[in-house]
C-alpha cells in the first residue's frame, strides 16, 4: 500500500507540473503578443552655448553651417522618435522641437514644422525592404541629429547637401557585406509635398567589413522649376574605417553640378572632410575634423537666383573656398554627453572682427549638452 500510495502521489505531482508548466508557458506567450510590445519611444534634448573669440557676439557673425550658429546659451531641439516594428512592417514618426528642428525642416509648411521623418517600411524579404514617406538623406557623413555626429557644429558639405526627402526607396542586401539602394523622390527637402512636378533619383552602393564601410552615393534631378533650373547631378563618398582599436578616421567628399539653361556653364560646389578620432579612456574621445569646401560659379544661390547666406567669400566669378578646423572633446556622463568644442573657418574677407573690419578667419567657442534616451 505504501508503494502504491507514493506513486500516486508522484504521478499527480508530475501531472501537476506538467499543467503548472503549460499554463506558464501559455501566459508567457499571451504576453509576448501584446501589441505595444513591438512599439518603442527613443530621442534627444541639447542645447548649448557659443562665444566668438575676436568678433562680435550678437548673431550677426556666425559659421556659415547649420544648426549651432546663435551667440549665447542657446537652444538645440528636443527630438523624439516613436517607432513599431513588425514582422514584415512598421513606421517610423521622428518628431522635431527646438531652433535646430525648424532649421532642419524648413521647407515645411507650419503644419508639419515638427515632422523631420515620417515613413513605413515593408521588409518584402531577407534581402529587400521598402520604405515610403519622409527620411533623412542618404548622403554625407553627419545627419541632423546630434546624437549621430561626433562634432556638434555642422560641416559646410552637410549644410549644403540635402538634408531630407520625400519618396519611394529600396534597399536591397546583395550579400553579407554589399548593399544597394535605390529611390525616387521630389526634389530636395521639399517634404510635404512636390511644388515642381520633378522628380530626384538616388543610388547608393555600400560596402560594410569588420572594420568599417564606404559608401557611395549618387542624385540626380530637376530640383526646380523645369526652363529656369537645369538638372543637379551629386556623387558622395562617406566611408569610416578603425584603424586600430582606439583611432578611427572618417571621410567624406562631395561633388555637386547644376546645368544652366542658358548658354552659361555649370555651378555648384564641392569639398572633402576627414574625421580622425582617438579614444583616451571609455568615458573621453578626442577628434577632429578638417574640412575643405569650395563653390564655382556661384553655386550656393538658390532656385529663384538669389544669394544665401553668404558662408564663404567668392570673387566676381562666383568662385570661392573656405578651411575649417574643428577640434571636438565628447565625454560621456550616463546618458549625457558633454562637447567642449573649438572651430576656426578661414575664407578670404568673409568675417568681421571686434572692430567690424573685415578678416579671413572666425575662431569660435562651443560647448554642447547632448541628453539621450
Not at 141 to 151: A, D, H, L, M, R
Not at 210 to 215: E, Q, R
Not at 228 to 244: H, K, M, S
Request: charged share 20%; aromatic share 16%.
Amino acid at each position: 500500500m505504501k508503494t502504491k500510495t507514493v506513486t500516486n502521489f508522484l504521478k499527480v505531482t508530475f501531472l501537476f507540473s506538467l499543467a503548472f508548466a503549460s499554463l506558464t508557458s501559455f501566459a508567457q506567450e499571451a504576453e509576448e503578443e501584446k501589441w505595444f510590445d513591438n512599439f518603442s519611444i527613443s530621442g534627444s534634448v541639447d542645447g548649448y552655448y557659443r562665444y566668438n573669440i575676436g568678433a562680435p557676439n550678437d548673431n550677426s557673425v556666425a559659421p556659415g553651417t547649420s544648426f549651432a550658429n546663435e551667440s549665447g546659451f542657446a537652444l538645440g531641439m528636443a527630438n523624439t522618435i516613436i517607432g513599431y516594428e513588425g514582422e514584415k512592417v512598421g513606421f517610423v514618426a521622428d518628431l522635431v522641437f527646438g531652433q535646430r528642428g525648424e532649421d532642419a525642416v524648413f521647407n515645411s509648411d507650419d503644419s508639419a514644422q515638427i515632422v523631420n521623418q515620417l515613413y513605413v517600411y515593408w521588409n518584402v524579404s531577407e534581402k529587400v525592404k521598402f520604405t515610403f514617406g519622409n527620411f533623412n538623406t542618404f548622403l554625407g557623413y553627419e545627419v541632423i541629429s546630434p546624437t549621430g555626429n561626433f562634432n556638434y557644429s555642422t560641416s559646410y558639405m552637410f549644410s549644403y547637401g540635402p538634408f531630407s526627402h520625400t519618396g519611394l526607396k529600396a534597399d536591397f542586401t546583395l550579400s553579407d557585406k554589399w548593399s544597394a539602394m535605390l529611390a525616387v523622390m521630389n526634389p530636395t527637402d521639399f517634404t510635404e509635398n512636390n511644388p515642381y512636378d520633378t522628380y530626384i533619383v538616388g543610388v547608393q552602393l555600400g560596402y560594410t567589413g569588420d572594420s568599417g564601410s564606404a559608401f557611395l552615393n549618387f542624385r540626380y534631378g530637376n530640383e526646380g522649376e523645369p526652363g529656369e533650373v537645369g538638372p543637379t547631378f551629386q556623387a558622395d563618398l562617406t566611408t569610416g574605417w578603425d584603424i586600430v582599436d582606439d583611432f578611427y578616421l572618417g571621410v567624406n567628399a562631395t561633388y555637386l553640378s547644376t546645368e544652366d539653361q542658358g548658354d552659361g556653364d555649370a555651378s555648384g560646389f564641392y569639398g572633402v572632410a576627414l574625421y580622425p578620432q582617438y579614444k583616451t579612456s571609455e568615458k573621453f574621445t578626442l577628434g577632429l575634423r578638417g574640412e575643405f569646401f569650395a563653390q564655382y560659379n556661384g553655386g550656393l544661390v538658390s532656385i529663384d537666383g538669389t544669394e544665401l547666406s553668404s558662408p564663404i567669400a567668392f570673387d566676381d566669378e562666383g568662385d570661392g573656398d573656405v578651411i575649417a578646423v574643428t577640434l571636438t572633446g565628447s565625454y560621456d556622463v550616463g546618458n549625457l554627453t558633454l562637447k567642449p568644442e573649438f572651430r576656426i573657418d578661414s575664407s578670404d574677407d568673409a568675417f568681421v572682427d571686434n572692430d567690424l573690419e573685415v578678416t579671413s578667419s572666425l575662431s569660435s567657442f562651443v560647448l554642447g549638452a547632448i541628453y539621450k534616451f
